[in-house]
């Protein structure tokens, strides 16, 4: 069976999260570009594929993978040879689920609330994600002792929670630019080569 991944792929979209990884992890991979002006993502073809008609979609070894942070996750461990997890057994696998996990789970709710100004939950505990605020501060914090997430280790959980923060900065989110934290992260993660190729197409 092939390794080649089919990438389902826009741009203007979270699969440029899953572009980044695909190239952290030197995968090889068929891009497939799927037009949201043309509807291309709604064809009876690519909803066989991803009923939610979303991107990123992944084929590898005939399994579909949707959700960016699953996508991230599976390919991490599809190519370990790359080092971007942390293996079962490493006491660093822990931290690297919390933080893959946290990004998914509190930081992209958390951070459409507030751009999208919805109001606040008037119980936070029954929400997983508690508040905005929280949320960029738990970050912070996990992020002072860096360089990344992980300490002195690079892995796909910086490069969804990352590309997460790079996201909420272009878009003028609060507590983020202007934070030395937040800064200096970004910049060490938009300087890696794989970031910049991805970022290139």
Same mark, same amino acid.
């Given at each position: ?38 509807g291309e993502n709604r064809t009876p ?64 709710? %958390? *951070? ?12 936070? !505990?029954? &929400?997983?994600? =508690? #508040? ?9 914090? %996990? *992020? ?12 796909? !959980?910086? &490069?969804?929670? =990352? #590309? ?38």
């Amino acid at each position: 069976m092939s390794e080649e991944i089919v990438f389902y792929h826009n741009p203007q979209s979270r699969a440029q999260m899953a572009h980044w990884m695909l190239e952290e992890a030197g995968a090889p991979y068929k891009t497939v570009l799927i037009d949201f002006a043309k509807g291309e993502n709604r064809t009876p073809a690519f909803l066989a594929i991803n009923p939610m008609g979303k991107l990123p979609t992944i084929v590898h070894r005939g399994t579909v993978v949707t959700e960016t942070a699953a996508i991230i996750a599976y390919i991490a461990d599809a190519f370990p040879a790359a080092g971007l997890a942390p293996p079962p057994g490493d006491p660093l696998r822990g931290a690297y689920y919390r933080w893959l996990f946290f990004g998914a789970g509190c930081m992209e709710p %958390a *951070l459409l609330d507030k751009m999208m100004n919805r109001p606040p939950v008037e119980r936070k !505990a029954a &929400v997983g994600w =508690g #508040s905005y605020e929280e949320v960029m501060a738990t970050l912070k914090t %996990a *992020l002072a002792n860096g360089p990344y997430l992980l300490g002195d280790k690079f892995s796909a !959980a910086d &490069v969804y929670v =990352g #590309s997460e923060i790079r996201f909420a900065m272009m878009f003028g989110a609060p507590a983020l630019k202007g934070e030395t934290v937040f800064d200096d992260y970004v910049a060490r993660l938009s300087a890696r080569p794989a970031a910049q190729r991805a970022a290139g197409g």
